[in-house]
């Protein structure tokens, strides 16, 4: 009996005339034909179609999901309980590396941000202090980077441009608390899988780009030219102009520059060349030369103190001076909406550059040492640390690549390694102000531009992305030029739009394709698999020769000289490329009638008796000329779809096939058109198409009586089942087949007939039959006696597993329509789905 919210929901239906059970009538004709598996053979399916509440399940997460979701955001709860001695030495290797690192680095990205050196060290430290609560990446080092760096850069100058009286680290501040709260946000509710969005082309582009143009921005400070007018922020080419020009102000801190430069990369050529040489120091050699730049900064602020001590207030070059000491800047941020407004056009790119940055890096990473990262919980993370670290006087940071790249070949163990290098920080900023005070300017440049260096593109990588995609090294180099000759911000908008446009326009022009049969078979060395050769190929005797379906076009690179059969003459089978969506679909049905138009003839020529009947976009031929003669084409009768490649179907997709199937039923009037679909990966595709009136037959229901339904089905029993009971039969007297063959030559007078009989019978039809029958024959006759049930209900008959199913199902359905007139006399074959007398005696079987 109906419950009262079905009959209310049956009566709103009626009165809204919405016809709920338009196709019962339907699916009664077709699943009357229980009959098609006996009880006793066979089990009924029929597939329900899921629901609105299934939607919501779906959607609604079960209950213990909240637990592990909680669990989740504090990731060290999983490991920090199997601590131990081992990790800590690891941890504490790459801790202090990193810190060495992290520190002159740190002070010199601050520069980059306008702001002064102290808030570099106060981001370096919440960056590494926070990240090990969440982190889901051993390797990842939070921090300021040389890109956010200049983004920020950018921003304070604008904002103090049009507003004096804001200070810089007030902006800063500010923007890395509305990044932190919408990166947050969105890890929070588990969208990380939009930076996929973003791909690695966009991300190279990006970095090389900026690499240049922060490198350029460097070289004036690096060799001291400061002119009036002289904006080093401008576009690069404007910068690398500039500084030619401007050439001849060059300065004493050349010197203190360039031989830094030069010595940083002396050590990591020196150190990378003796690892080669010796590789049993390798990791000698490495440790050096990951602590180059602490030794450089360390060496030239020696010699700045040396030439400087007795002329602190007229130093010989540019010296960062006072350096405060502990967190004199520590405060709770302020925000209003007249500061977000200041910045909110440039939001966008520094969220953009957040993300991008540290989940690439992560990623990488945790592809090279073998773990997986969550970039959900990665953005919780990134967010956290930039809501929390304006408040000791952080700016926006994110994950370094050289940093990363450092801790990793260090051999981290855990994150637990960042609070090592918070210590390191800290000390630094409590401890070592005083010496910062000497530290050459454009010493700090040599630094930076030796940073940013490595993020440069090599050419070997622009080639091999030219090799996998030739498209995408042109957006490549749109991206890098943008971003000389424009800002960062435009050049990653610019690769990113780019990016999305070209799949989109993939997406809209994807290529559907027709396909035929080709029987292959397998070869080993010089000679084809038959039924013999079992070994690694296959179980005994099984047939080794099977048929694919190739498009007739051979745009997927298949030997042309291998030609595909047309399946049967008018069935036509259909592959999409890509998805099946409203972008789409238009062109993929566009290219499908085209190309039946151009390969069949209209079942009725007919149809048209009187000009005027003609539509005026088929005016027929010329005054005093005839129709071209196409006797010799088919007429259209089926189409089989080939959904593999589709996953989801939409309204439009799904109503261009509907319009697509009645203009293709006019066209073969009288008759009508069977559209079979194959590979079908979707429950909810299923329901969609079959709303839309596929997965039935089209005929009336008089006809119904010819319709001859086909079904896949599968032995239900698994261990216990008649074949795996055979299967153990035959191993069981194979078994005993191995005593008799070596018992025939001990015994003698009728034990010996009997064994050496038995012997002959298993070699013959290898199976042991103790009463000299023949074994196979029983095995053969079990078949009537397994109980098989169908893989996909009986109530969608043309909705099939495979395109071989679908294929027997139409040409046998083509055949009982029509005849054996479907068959052209030029094409005698039937075709791959024609049933042999084999298949046809087990489908009377289990009818």
Same mark, same amino acid.
């Given at each position: 009996? *109906?419950?009262?919210?079905?009959?209310?929901?049956?009566g709103?239906?009626?009165?809204?005339?919405? $016809?709920?059970?338009?196709r019962?009538?339907?699916?009664?004709?077709?699943?009357?034909?229980?009959?098609?598996?006996?009880?006793?053979?066979?089990?009924?399916?029929?597939?329900?179609?899921?629901?609105?509440?299934?939607?919501?399940?779906?959607?609604?997460?079960?209950?213990?999901?909240?637990p592990?979701?909680a669990?989740?955001?504090?990731?060290?709860t999983?490991?920090?309980?199997?601590?131990?001695?081992?990790?800590?030495?690891?941890?504490?290797?790459?801790?202090?590396?990193?810190?060495c690192?992290v520190?002159?680095?740190g002070?010199?990205?601050?520069?980059?941000?306008?702001?002064?050196?102290?808030?570099?060290?106060?981001?370096?430290?919440?960056?590494?202090?926070?990240?090990?609560?969440?982190?889901?990446?051993?390797?990842?080092?939070?921090?300021?980077?040389?890109?956010?760096?200049? #983004?920020?850069?950018?921003i304070?100058?604008?904002?103090?441009?049009?507003?004096?009286?804001?200070?810089?680290?007030?902006?800063a501040?500010?923007?890395?608390? #509305?990044?932190?709260?919408?990166?947050?946000?969105?890890g929070?509710?588990?969208?990380?899988?939009?930076?996929?969005?973003?791909?690695? /082309?966009?991300?190279?582009?990006?970095?090389?780009?900026?690499?240049?143009s922060?490198?350029?921005?460097q070289?004036p400070?690096?060799?001291?030219?400061?002119?009036?007018?002289?904006?080093?922020?401008?576009?690069?080419?404007?910068?690398?102009?500039?500084? @030619?020009k401007?050439?001849?102000?060059?300065?004493l801190?050349?010197?203190?520059?360039l031989?830094?430069?030069?010595?940083?990369?002396?050590?990591?050529?020196a150190?990378?060349? *003796?690892?080669?040489?010796?590789?049993?120091?390798?990791?000698?050699?490495?440790?050096i030369?990951?602590?180059?730049?602490?030794?450089?900064?360390?060496?030239?602020?020696?010699?700045?103190?040396?030439?400087?001590?007795?002329?602190?207030?007229?130093?010989?070059?540019?010296?960062?001076?006072?350096?405060p000491?502990?967190?004199?800047?520590?405060?709770?941020?302020?925000?209003?909406?007249?500061?977000?407004?200041?910045?909110?056009?440039?939001?966008?790119?520094? %969220?953009?550059?957040?993300?991008?940055?540290?989940?690439?890096?992560?990623?990488? =990473?945790?592809?090279?040492?073998?773990?997986?990262?969550?970039?959900?919980?990665?953005?919780?993370?990134?967010?956290?640390?930039?809501?929390?670290?304006?408040?000791?006087?952080?700016?926006?940071?994110?994950?370094?690549?050289?940093?990363?790249?450092?801790?990793?070949?260090?051999?981290?163990?855990?994150?637990?390694?960042?609070?090592?290098?918070?210590?390191? /920080?800290?000390?630094?900023?409590?401890?070592l102000?005083?010496?910062?005070?000497?530290?050459?300017?454009?010493? @700090?440049?040599?630094?930076?531009?030796?940073?940013?260096?490595?993020?440069?593109?090599?050419?070997?990588?622009?080639?091999?992305?030219? $090799?996998?995609?030739?498209?995408?090294?042109?957006?490549? =180099?749109?991206g %890098?030029?943008?971003? #000389?000759?424009?800002?960062?911000?435009?050049?990653?908008?610019?690769?990113?739009?780019?990016?999305?446009?070209?799949?989109?326009?993939?997406?809209?022009?994807?290529?559907?394709? =027709?396909?035929g049969?080709?029987?292959?078979?397998?070869?080993?060395?010089?000679?084809?698999?038959?039924?013999?050769?079992?070994?690694?190929?296959?179980?005994?005797?099984?047939?080794?020769?099977?048929?694919?379906?190739?498009?007739?076009?051979?745009?997927?690179?298949?030997?042309?000289?291998?030609?595909?059969?047309?399946?049967?003459?008018?069935?036509?089978?259909?592959r999409?490329?890509?998805?099946?969506?409203?972008?789409?679909?238009?062109?993929?049905?566009?290219?499908?009638?085209?190309?039946?138009?151009t390969?069949?003839?209209?079942?009725?020529?007919?149809?048209w008796?009187?000009?005027?009947? $003609?539509?005026w !976009?088929?005016?027929?031929?010329?005054?005093?000329?005839?129709?071209?003669?196409?006797?010799?084409?088919?007429?259209?009768?089926?189409?089989?779809?080939?959904?593999?490649? %589709? !996953?989801n179907?939409?309204?439009?997709?799904?109503?261009?096939?509907?319009?697509?199937?009645?203009? @293709?039923?006019?066209?073969?009037?009288?008759?009508v058109?069977?559209?079979?679909?194959?590979c079908?990966?979707?429950?909810?595709?299923?329901?969609?198409?079959?709303?839309?009136?596929?997965?039935?037959?089209?005929?009336?229901?008089?006809?119904?009586? $010819?319709?001859?339904?086909?079904?896949?089905?599968s032995?239900?029993?698994?261990?216990?089942?008649?074949?795996?009971?055979?299967?153990?039969?035959?191993?069981?007297?194979?078994?005993?087949?191995?005593?008799?063959?070596?018992?025939i030559?001990?015994?003698?007078?009728?034990?010996?007939?009997?064994?050496?009989?038995? *012997?002959?019978?298993?070699?013959?039809?290898?199976?042991?039959?103790?009463?000299?029958?023949?074994?196979?024959?029983?095995?053969?006759?079990?078949?009537?006696?397994?109980?098989?049930?169908?893989?996909?209900?009986? !109530?969608?008959?043309? =909705?099939?597993?495979?395109?071989?199913?679908?294929?027997?199902?139409?040409?046998?359905?083509?055949?009982?329509?029509?005849?054996?007139?479907?068959?052209?006399?030029?094409?005698?074959?039937?075709?791959?789905?024609?049933?042999?007398?084999s298949?046809?005696?087990?489908?009377?079987?289990?009818?």
């Amino acid at each position: 009996m *109906a419950s009262s919210s079905t009959k209310i929901g049956h009566g709103l239906a009626k009165a809204l005339r919405i $016809r709920v059970n338009e196709r019962q009538a339907q699916d009664d004709a077709l699943t009357r034909g229980e009959s098609t598996f006996s009880h006793g053979s066979g089990d009924t399916y029929v597939e329900e179609e899921p629901g609105a509440m299934d939607w919501i399940r779906e959607l609604v997460p079960e209950p213990s999901f909240y637990p592990r979701y909680a669990r989740n955001l504090f990731p060290f709860t999983k490991w920090i309980m199997r601590y131990n001695l081992q990790w800590l030495i690891g941890d504490l290797v790459a801790g202090i590396t990193v810190g060495c690192v992290v520190v002159p680095q740190g002070m010199a990205y601050a520069k980059l941000a306008e702001l002064p050196v102290e808030y570099g060290l106060y981001s370096s430290f919440m960056g590494v202090l926070i990240y090990w609560f969440f982190a889901t990446s051993k390797d990842i080092t939070i921090g300021p980077v040389a890109v956010m760096s200049t #983004i920020v850069g950018n921003i304070v100058l604008k904002v103090q441009a049009e507003h004096p009286d804001i200070e810089g680290h007030v902006v800063a501040s500010a923007l890395a608390i #509305i990044c932190g709260s919408i990166i947050t946000f969105i890890g929070l509710i588990r969208c990380g899988w939009i930076v996929e969005f973003i791909p690695l /082309v966009a991300i190279s582009a990006f970095m090389t780009g900026s690499a240049i143009s922060i490198a350029a921005g460097q070289v004036p400070n690096l060799m001291g030219i400061k002119v009036e007018g002289f904006n080093t922020r401008a576009s690069t080419y404007l910068v690398i102009i500039n500084t @030619l020009k401007y050439l001849g102000h060059t300065k004493l801190d050349a010197a203190m520059g360039l031989s830094a430069l030069t010595l940083l990369y002396l050590i990591r050529f020196a150190c990378t060349y *003796a690892a080669k040489k010796n590789p049993a120091r390798a990791k000698t050699f490495f440790f050096i030369s990951t602590l180059r730049t602490a030794f450089t900064i360390l060496l030239y602020t020696g010699i700045s103190a040396g030439v400087n001590i007795h002329r602190r207030k007229n130093p010989a070059f540019s010296i960062l001076k006072t350096v405060p000491r502990g967190f004199k800047h520590a405060a709770v941020p302020t925000i209003n909406t007249d500061i977000i407004s200041y910045f909110a056009s440039e939001l966008p790119a520094s %969220v953009i550059v957040l993300l991008i940055e540290h989940i690439a890096i992560s990623k990488s =990473f945790g592809r090279i040492n073998n773990y997986t990262i969550d970039p959900s919980q990665e953005m919780v993370a990134i967010g956290v640390t930039n809501l929390l670290g304006p408040f000791l006087g952080g700016y926006p940071a994110t994950g370094s690549f050289s940093r990363t790249a450092i801790k990793s070949k260090a051999g981290v163990r855990t994150p637990f390694a960042g609070v090592i290098t918070a210590v390191v /920080v800290l000390l630094a900023i409590y401890a070592l102000p005083a010496v910062f005070f000497y530290i050459p300017n454009s010493s @700090l440049a040599a630094v930076i531009i030796h940073a940013v260096g490595d993020l440069i593109t090599p050419p070997n990588t622009v080639y091999q992305f030219w $090799r996998v995609s030739p498209l995408e090294v042109i957006i490549f =180099f749109a991206g %890098v030029l943008v971003t #000389i000759f424009s800002s960062i911000e435009n050049g990653i908008y610019t690769t990113i739009c780019v990016s999305v446009a070209v799949l989109l326009f993939r997406v809209v022009k994807a290529n559907g394709h =027709f396909v035929g049969r080709v029987k292959i078979h397998s070869v080993v060395g010089d000679h084809l698999i038959d039924e013999k050769d079992t070994q690694n190929v296959g179980p005994p005797g099984k047939d080794q020769q099977r048929n694919i379906f190739l498009p007739l076009d051979h745009n997927d690179g298949s030997n042309p000289s291998v030609a595909p059969e047309q399946p049967y003459p008018g069935i036509f089978i259909y592959r999409f490329s890509e998805g099946f969506n409203y972008p789409n679909a238009n062109h993929y049905t566009d290219y499908l009638t085209n190309y039946i138009f151009t390969h069949t003839r209209r079942t009725n020529p007919d149809s048209w008796p009187r000009p005027g009947d $003609r539509p005026w !976009n088929n005016p027929g031929p010329r005054a005093g000329k005839s129709e071209p003669d196409q006797s010799h084409l088919p007429t259209l009768k089926a189409i089989v779809l080939d959904f593999s490649a %589709v !996953n989801n179907v939409d309204v439009t997709s799904v109503q261009n096939l509907i319009d697509v199937r009645n203009q @293709l039923d006019r066209y073969a009037a009288p008759n009508v058109v069977q559209w079979h679909i194959a590979c079908i990966n979707n429950r909810w595709t299923k329901r969609a198409l079959a709303a839309g009136g596929f997965g039935y037959p089209t005929l009336p229901t008089h006809e119904y009586s $010819r319709w001859k339904p086909i079904f896949s089905v599968s032995e239900i029993g698994g261990t216990t089942s008649a074949a795996a009971e055979a299967e153990k039969a035959t191993n069981k007297a194979l078994r005993r087949s191995s005593f008799a063959h070596t018992d025939i030559e001990q015994a003698d007078g009728p034990t010996a007939r009997a064994l050496e009989k038995d *012997a002959i019978n298993i070699e013959e039809h290898g199976h042991y039959s103790p009463d000299g029958s023949d074994m196979n024959k029983v095995l053969t006759s079990s078949k009537a006696y397994k109980k098989v049930t169908p893989v996909h209900g009986l !109530n969608r008959p043309l =909705f099939h597993i495979d395109l071989t199913a679908a294929l027997q199902a139409a040409i046998a359905n083509v055949e009982a329509q029509y005849g054996s007139q479907a068959s052209s006399p030029s094409d005698p074959k039937r075709g791959v789905g024609t049933q042999s007398d084999s298949e046809s005696d087990d489908v009377t079987k289990l009818k």
